[in-house]
């Protein structure tokens, strides 16, 4: 039995993962936050908090509305900065065995270039995984993946809006995608009627998981590469489930707050269900 | 940290509206600090509710559940002798008395007085002397007497106007105090931060420490959700707090 996944297949080194449970950018912070909490050697890769070139404040509270199923989420992109990252964290990373995948977060191609640039000789990070802006069109989404790839020799997976990431898939992998991530939460609100105060955030939770599953399938159907899903996994069944439709990895977020040790269970919870069925690959 | 099952080794119903479980922490290998905190799993709601200290004693831990407040604290309040609750922690930072025994002031309004109450038992431990000065909306909410060690000066201001008389009592016994230590959240850090200046002639770091009550998501530093603002950025409760310096905090 072998749970072994590549989601790089077309890139001269490849990303082999151990596994394909990760955690979401944004719910694991930079993998060193649940040490002690979480087996984190035993995860296929760590996908970081999302970054920016330069550290982001965020927004002021509240940033979360509590919901049935699930959370109304918005920190307003607060991260400590690229320099931060690979000044302070990037070194214990390289010490690691687990594969580190750098999510960039930014506004524009040339954003994200100069993120993907000052990664050159940086030990630690495997690859990079780009959030796309929700409102980027196609060709921008594949300006924003080309100009990366000019930058890196590392492998590129990109982040794509749950909504708009059939429409988008094509152009991320002409524009030099390793593998694509469904996808980035969907916006939601929440409305205070006493004080009419608006929380505009992204819903993460289980409530997003049917949402999740069209949009894969979605995305599998139209497009050849490595599709790593997001969105609502909680169990080992919602992992197979993905996996049943053709997604090559999938990532746990808010789960792992609720239950840390979520992606772990996940993990051996796959490896029972091949076993028993005699399945020799994860794909 | 660690993720354990804790037992309830007690439940007593203080008020018909608020309960006192005592957990069963023996697993715990570093015990609470006053100020730190659990992230408790509870059913009926999807995140981790961050739980509060009232006493901490070698091998279990006490916290003041009001009912009807939250319905994961409800849920938790309702646990009978004998049933388990995952727990995660202790989590974040917690009171620090450094240096000498002398004048220990506690400042607080709501629930989240009962915090403080460990803190009270190690410094009256510790050699301080101790008072204690509440607020609280109706007498229903108020944290019990009989919770409080006797060598604690308790006052209390009850009502609709209680932080207004909260300040009144603060102005005679700031003075007193070689240190504060306070919960109680938004609307009574900015009056404490105006009254020790005043009286105090300014606000020097370390003479007050405040405990930021602030939603959290995962209780570990990880998701960025309990932002607090400070002079130095950003700062997460879960992680660098919950307990902070109030000269730090931007308020």
């Not at chain 2, 306070?182 to 200046?197: D, F, H, S």
């Not at chain 2, 570990?220 to 879960?238: D, K, N, P, S, Y």
Request: charged fraction near 20%; glycine fraction near 12%; include cysteine.
């Amino acid at each position: 039995m072998n749970l072994a996944v590549e989601l790089a297949p077309d890139h001269k080194q490849g990303l082999l993962l151990a596994n394909p449970v990760m955690p979401a950018a944004g719910s694991f912070g930079y993998g060193l936050e649940y040490e002690g909490l979480v087996e984190v050697e035993r995860l296929g890769a760590i996908v970081t908090t999302p970054t920016t070139l330069r550290p982001q404040r965020g927004r002021p509270q509240p940033r979360l509305q509590e919901l049935e199923g699930g959370l109304l989420l918005n920190t307003g992109g607060q991260n400590p900065g690229l320099g931060w990252v690979l000044r302070e964290v990037a070194p214990r990373w390289a010490r690691g065995r687990v594969p580190v995948i750098l999510n960039v977060a930014g506004r524009g191609p040339m954003e994200f270039a100069q993120v993907a640039r000052r990664l050159g000789d940086v030990q630690g990070v495997w690859g990079l995984e780009l959030t796309l802006p929700d409102k980027v069109g196609p060709s921008e989404a594949q300006e924003i993946v080309a100009a990366v790839r000019a930058e890196t020799l590392l492998p590129v997976w990109a982040k794509l809006p749950l909504f708009r990431a059939e429409e988008l898939a094509e152009g991320c992998l002409e524009g030099g995608a390793n593998a694509l991530t469904v996808g980035l939460p969907p916006l939601g609100m929440s409305i205070d009627p006493e004080t009419r105060a608006r929380l505009l955030g992204r819903l993460c939770g289980r409530m997003v998981k049917p949402l999740a599953l069209r949009a894969v399938d979605a995305v599998v159907q139209r497009v050849q590469a490595p599709i790593i899903a997001s969105g609502g996994i909680h169990t080992i069944e919602d992992a197979l489930e993905f996996l049943a439709l053709g997604a090559s990895a999938i990532q746990v977020g808010s789960a792992t707050w609720v239950e840390p040790g979520a992606m772990v269970r996940i993990v051996e919870g796959i490896g029972v269900w091949m076993e028993e069925r005699g399945v020799k690959e994860v794909k | 940290m660690q993720q354990f099952e804790a037992s309830v080794l007690a439940r007593v119903t203080l008020r018909p509206t608020l309960i006192h479980l005592t957990f069963d922490t023996s697993t715990l290998a570093t015990p609470p600090a006053p100020g730190q905190f659990f992230m408790a799993r509870c059913e009926g709601v999807y995140l981790r509710r961050p739980l509060f200290a009232c006493r901490i004693e070698p091998g279990r831990v006490a916290a003041l559940l009001p009912l009807g407040q939250d319905l994961g604290l409800t849920w938790l309040a309702a646990r009978q002798v004998g049933e388990a609750v995952d727990l995660i922690g202790p989590l974040g930072r917690g009171f620090a008395l450094e240096g000498p025994g002398g004048n220990l002031l506690l400042v607080g309004c709501g629930s989240g007085i009962a915090s403080l109450l460990p803190l009270a038992e190690e410094a009256l431990a510790g050699g301080w002397a101790v008072a204690l000065l509440a607020a609280f909306e109706r007498p229903d909410l108020a944290v019990p007497t009989a919770l409080l060690p006797p060598a604690v000066e308790y006052q209390m201001a009850l009502g609709g106007a209680a932080l207004e008389e909260l300040e009144l009592l603060l102005c005679d016994a700031l003075p007193w105090a070689d240190r504060i230590c306070a919960t109680g959240g938004e609307n009574l850090y900015p009056r404490l931060a105006a009254a020790i200046r005043e009286s105090r002639l300014g606000l020097r770091p370390g003479l007050a420490r405040v405990l930021v009550e602030v939603p959290m998501g995962c209780g570990v530093g990880a998701c960025g959700v309990c932002a607090v603002e400070t002079h130095r950025g950003l700062r997460q409760a879960c992680h660098h707090g919950p307990v902070f310096d109030l000269a730090e905090l931007a308020i």
